[in-house]
């Protein structure tokens, strides 16, 4: 073969192999942010979409309820970490969301059950005198973590302030509400054991009540702490919980009798 042929082949070789080592060195260099479609797709997956829990189940970031109160309506918004609102809840005993709703001076107690009006999104009408209140709304997400928290609001051009409360343990523990009697039965009131809550009451006239035979929600002294209990069994007002802090706990358990919801209150202190 001649000389120029033989140079001919070789040159093209040289070229072919340019070309690649071109390619190679650019597909491997970084790119910045933004600029490239490809990378900016998988980042945006990565930061809605987390996989790894067992079943199946996914989880997207923890709800954020956003509560709102203006002129005798309340309004919740329920949004997960990316602001996409969070829809699949389960019941719980027999509603969606339950609205609890305290003043500071912890007199005055509300169970409220705001209806869903879009995705994400409860209202109810419902009118509060002046003063500062503190909000928990409690709901159990299928496939996100969530813990209730206060919502601090104030209604009116009212002089108090979001102060800390002070509560004075009752001497009996006997309460009496429209002629109807309770009274509660503490197993112990030692901290960070198991606690029984027996309530003594006419369960001849005890109706359901929300698919219980009642419901218990107990505060913190400073309206920190939440716990709603609900009974060990459907049939029988008595009631497990613990009380992980020494501190005074107000306590109010609900009964429906003869049609009518009766809520009986009691202070107690944990030691």
């Known amino acids: 073969m001649k000389k120029w042929a033989i140079a001919a ?13 071109y390619d190679v060195y650019f597909d491997n260099e970084e790119v910045p942010n933004g600029e490239a479609a490809s990378h900016g797709s998988n980042e945006q997956h990565i930061g809605t979409v987390v996989h790894g829990h067992e079943g199946g189940e996914e989880k997207t970031g923890d709800v954020t ?13 329920l949004k997960d970490q990316n602001g996409n609102p969070v829809d699949d809840l389960e019941v719980n005993h027999e509603k969606l969301l339950h609205l ?42 299928k496939k996100l973590n969530y813990h209730v928290k206060p919502t601090a609001f104030t209604v009116g051009l009212s002089e108090e302030t979001h102060r800390q409360n002070h509560l004075k343990a009752d001497e009996t523990l006997k309460k009496t509400v429209d002629g109807r009697t309770t009274e509660m039965v503490v197993s112990s009131f030692e901290a960070g054991k198991p606690v029984t809550l027996d309530f003594k009451l006419d369960e001849s006239t005890l109706e359901p ?24 069994n459907e049939n029988e007002p008595i009631f497990e919980t613990q009380f992980d802090k020494p501190g005074t706990y107000k306590i ?9 919801v009766r809520v009986f209150s009691f202070v107690i202190e944990i030691k």
């Open 252 to 260: 109010w358990a609900e009964f429906k009798q003869e049609g009518k």
């Open 209 to 232: 009540y929300l698919g219980a035979a009642g419901h218990v929600v107990i505060l913190d002294e400073e309206a920190n702490q939440y716990l709603h209990v609900h009974p060990h």
């Open 100 to 141: 609890i709703v305290v003043n500071d001076q912890l007199d005055q107690y509300y169970h409220l059950h705001p209806e869903r009006v879009r995705a994400g999104q409860f209202e109810i009408a419902y009118e509060l005198k002046d003063g500062a209140y503190k909000a928990f709304i409690d709901i159990k997400p």
């Open 9 to 21: 082949i070789v040159y093209l070789f040289a070229v072919i192999g340019g070309f690649n080592a």
């Open 65 to 77: 309820p956003n509560f709102t109160y203006n002129d005798g309506k309340i309004t919740i918004y």
